[in-house]
């Protein structure tokens, strides 16, 4: 059975921004299969429940499984760890961008929407993954470079820190990130 693909999107985003148009066509060149989930954002609408609810289509249809290679941005890593645990679901490979747990103090908009998404069984996630990729910059504007470093350190098998990298989002001149073809 071949690799599915899915790309997570993060707060107060979507899957038509960042990197994520890019590499969803970079992936399908290679005749796979990758969803883009449109997650709910925003204040009142974007939280762990919903997130959750949404993303329980794709593991009750069989999408998310053993082959499935999970690529998440910014908020989305600790969500995609927290729903593996929760549900006891194991995937193939996750490769996260910019992740970061029970870290407030972005925004009261941010934190609104983040909060519920956090938990502090972060490396029961290893049960489910064997294959942990992270990375993250040394000057994101958003999350304190300690707060991402210590995010990788508890679970990733290979961590890449990316000089100058601003968010790895658009707004960082992240259109595109061959990095992540690696991990395809």
Same mark, same amino acid.
């Given at each position: 059975?071949?690799?599915?693909?899915?790309?997570?999107?993060? +707060?107060?985003?979507?899957?038509? #921004?960042?990197?994520?148009?890019?590499?969803?066509?970079?992936?399908? +060149?290679?005749?796979?299969? /990758?969803?883009t989930p449109d997650f709910p954002t925003g204040v009142g609408f974007q939280n762990y429940e919903s997130w959750s609810k949404l993303l329980k289509v794709y593991l009750e249809s069989g999408i998310i499984n053993e082959n499935t290679i999970i690529f998440a941005h910014s908020?989305?890593?600790?969500?995609? $760890?927290?729903?593996? #645990?929760?549900?006891? /679901? &194991? =995937?193939?490979?996750? =490769?996260?961008? $910019?992740?970061?747990?029970?870290?407030?103090?972005?925004? !009261? !908009?941010?934190?609104? /929407?983040?909060?519920?998404?956090?938990?502090?069984?972060?490396? *029961? =996630? &290893?049960?489910?993954?064997?294959?942990?990729? $992270?990375?993250? +910059? *040394?000057? *994101?504007? @958003? =999350?304190?470079? !300690?707060?991402?470093? !210590?995010?990788?350190?508890?679970?990733?098998?290979?961590?890449?820190?990316?000089?100058?990298?601003?968010?790895?989002?658009?707004?960082?001149? @992240?259109?595109?990130?061959?990095?992540?073809?690696?991990? /395809?």
């Open positions: 059975m071949k690799n599915n693909y899915l790309l997570i999107h993060g +707060s107060f985003g979507s899957p038509f #921004v960042n990197w994520f148009p890019w590499l969803r066509k970079e992936i399908e +060149s290679q005749d796979l299969n /990758v969803y908020i989305a890593p600790i969500f995609i $760890c927290k729903f593996l #645990v929760e549900n006891k /679901v &194991k =995937v193939k490979r996750l =490769v996260l961008v $910019c992740g970061f747990n029970n870290y407030l103090g972005i925004n !009261e !908009e941010y934190d609104a /929407v983040n909060e519920s998404m956090y938990f502090n069984n972060l490396s *029961d =996630v &290893k049960k489910y993954c064997d294959d942990i990729i $992270c990375y993250y +910059s *040394d000057n *994101d504007p @958003y =999350v304190k470079f !300690e707060k991402e470093k !210590e995010f990788a350190d508890t679970i990733a098998t290979e961590k890449f820190i990316i000089k100058n990298g601003g968010h790895l989002n658009s707004e960082s001149g @992240y259109i595109e990130f061959d990095e992540l073809l690696k991990h /395809v």
